[in-house]
């Protein structure tokens, strides 16, 4: 199945505290003048965002021909290893809108720093919640059971060359994502990758990959326990 939506502005709109956080404030520190910078970023996002979504189930066969891009990818990786135990699989594409990106352009070329970059990390994580709101609807169609997880070309050794063949079989053009020769999509915040459904279990993994020792967020944790605490929950 495939499916094209408009997602709703207030799903993907970050707290203001949020956008300070990505910014390098640490949570329950006085941000100071960061934060009327930070509220103006988000009033300016709530005005510009026209987020959107695709979302395609594909089998295993055809992303095991994807998974592997040019053959750029680690040698390990996790998704090597979970993708071929997914009980199910979607790819996606989400994006924030042209506008965004634009706004974020035209302010550092004027010079407000403070004002591009909170923007810019406000955007950050409006595209990374359009992709958690895609994931949700695709959860919506599994098992209660199953674990679901989404993941994305550039990230935990799964190289952005995977890009290609995935707009190929996904097709975002037809909510506005275009690739670029190096892969980098536009609009900039956008958001692709595969979701995987299956035992919660299998996306667990050790994080010992060589490219883990530069890893300063290791939000695989986070994600994982997530994903592992939701399929109790459900049982
Ligand atoms: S530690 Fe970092 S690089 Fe390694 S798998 Fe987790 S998120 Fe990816």
Known sequence: MRRVWDIPRARIQPDPSAVWEQQGVPAGIDPGPIADIA???????ASLSAPKGILADIDSSTFAEIYPGRGQNSPRSPLADIHPRAEKLALFAVTVGPSV???????????????????????????????????????????????????????????????????????????????????????????????????PAMHDFAPNFDFCAVCADRQCRDRIAHVLSAAKKET
Not at 152 to 173: D, M, N, R
């Open 101 to 199: 990106s634009r706004r974020i352009d035209q302010l550092f070329g004027e010079h407000d720093y403070p004002l591009a970059a909170a923007l810019d990390a406000a955007a950050s994580l409006a595209a990374d919640g359009a992709a958690a709101w895609v994931e949700k609807q695709f959860s919506s169609h599994c098992d209660p059971g199953q674990g679901v997880l989404r993941y994305s070309p550039g990230y935990c050794g799964w190289h952005v060359s995977a890009q290609i063949k995935l707009f190929a079989t996904l097709k975002p053009e037809e909510i506005g994502i275009t690739l670029g020769e190096s892969c980098l999509m536009d609009p900039l915040k956008s958001v692709s990758g595969v979701v995987v459904a299956g035992p």
């Open 39 to 45: 509220r103006e970023a988000c009033q300016l996002l």
